[in-house]
Nanobody, 124 residues
């Protein structure tokens, strides 16, 4: 069993930055890919970014390319999402998830474990 805990959400003004972290605990965390998804009120959960287990490959939604970056600190079992140039439309609950296949799929159905989510609000 793997437990994922997100942290780092909050309120930020448009154009600002936040860093979300996803820390895994439980049995040895690997080889899992980690993905970030988000869900805004009244909308379906959508893919944001993913990182393969090797760390060699990343994948981003078009809406966040060039603004968000996903990276991992393997020693700390933590995967982070650096979010820059935030926009009001980035407001959502952000979830991290672990995928046992290790490929970093953009489909939420490929993921085996999920965190509880952290709220990100972008507003002036």
């Amino acid at each position: 069993q793997v437990t994922l805990v997100e942290s780092g959400g909050g309120l930020v003004q448009p154009g600002g930055s936040l860093r979300l972290s996803c820390t895994a605990s439980g049995r040895a965390f690997g080889p899992y890919a980690v993905g970030w998804f988000r869900q805004a009120p009244g909308k379906e959960r959508e893919f944001v970014a993913a990182l393969t287990w090797s760390g060699a490959n990343t994948r981003y939604a078009d809406s966040v390319k060039g603004r968000f970056a996903i990276f991992r600190d393997t020693a700390k079992n933590t995967t982070s999402l650096q979010m820059n140039s935030l926009k009001p439309e980035d407001t959502a609950v952000y979830y991290c998830a672990a995928e046992s296949g290790g490929w970093g799929s953009p489909s939420q159905f490929a993921y085996d474990y999920w965190g509880q989510g952290t709220q990100v609000t972008v507003s002036s």
